[in-house]
């Protein structure tokens, strides 16, 4: 492929597209990471090809001179090729036609290709030298976010129980959650009008959630938490303890 070709373009996957905790497998999000690189070296490295192919000097473009009116390099040659064969055909011997005795603006453009073709070759390392850090800084990264993914991970456990009406009860779970969620059988975690039934709500550790009068509705215990059931005046009623219940435990 030519110059243009090998354009780099938008890069198909980028990081800020990602979720700020991606819910994919470690191996895909190496992937994801390294796609980008991928993608730079692969227009890099054709990029490359194309400037070593024979038919690069058509595509390297050339600025016009009164001397020498094309447009690209390769024209250019072939112009003071031309030149150099109409000027005594004949009269001069081959190989005698030294740098000196062309003209200066020529002399010029081909000490420009020269040192843009040193400049490209010292690019291209120092290319394969940054592709390497960014490979190194891609994986540097990608295990940053596997660690912060790893700290940040969650389990939920899921579960019903069926209150009995006492003072409380212990709802066993083999595990001290975080926070627990409760609801009733119909989703809710407060009824009511005019007077309340406090039927769930979220508990997380070290603040408990509090039901009529200020008192313990759910409250998180070592190895599960613990739900209550009372009332006041007739009015206010704390019933986690009373009737089916949903609940997620979160560890």
């Not at 969650?154 to 579960?159: L, S």
């Not at 595990?175 to 119909?186: G, I, Q, Y």
């Amino acid at each position: 492929m030519g110059f243009a070709e090998n354009k780099q373009q938008e890069f198909t996957k980028k990081i800020r597209d990602l979720p700020d905790q991606p819910n994919i497998q470690p191996h895909e999000l190496k992937e994801y990471f390294d796609s980008s690189p991928e993608e730079l070296r692969q227009s890099h490295n054709g990029l490359c090809d194309a400037l070593t192919a024979k038919t690069a000097a058509t595509a390297l473009g050339f600025s016009r001179t009164a001397g020498v009116p094309a447009d690209t390099v390769q024209t250019a040659v072939e112009n003071v090729q031309q030149q150099l064969n109409a000027a005594v055909m004949g009269n001069i011997p081959s190989g005698s036609v030294t740098g000196d005795k062309l003209a200066q603006d020529v002399r010029d453009r081909l000490t420009a290709i020269e040192s843009a073709a040193a400049a490209e070759t010292s690019t291209r390392a120092g290319a394969d030298r940054s592709e390497a850090e960014t490979r190194a800084n891609a994986d540097v990264n990608l295990q940053n976010q596997i660690n912060t993914l790893s700290a940040a991970k969650c389990e939920a456990y899921i579960g019903t129980y069926m209150g009995d009406d006492q003072e409380s009860q212990f709802v066993h779970l083999g595990f001290t959650p975080k926070a627990v969620l409760v609801f009733n059988n119909s989703g809710q975690t407060c009824t009511g009008y005019n007077y309340y039934y406090y039927t769930g709500g979220l508990a997380v550790t070290g603040h408990p959630v509090m039901g009529s009068q200020e008192k313990y509705a759910i409250e998180i215990t070592e190895n599960g938490f613990r739900v209550f059931y009372h009332y006041v005046n007739n009015r206010d009623y704390t019933i986690t303890n009373s009737g089916l219940h949903h609940f997620i435990a979160f560890r």
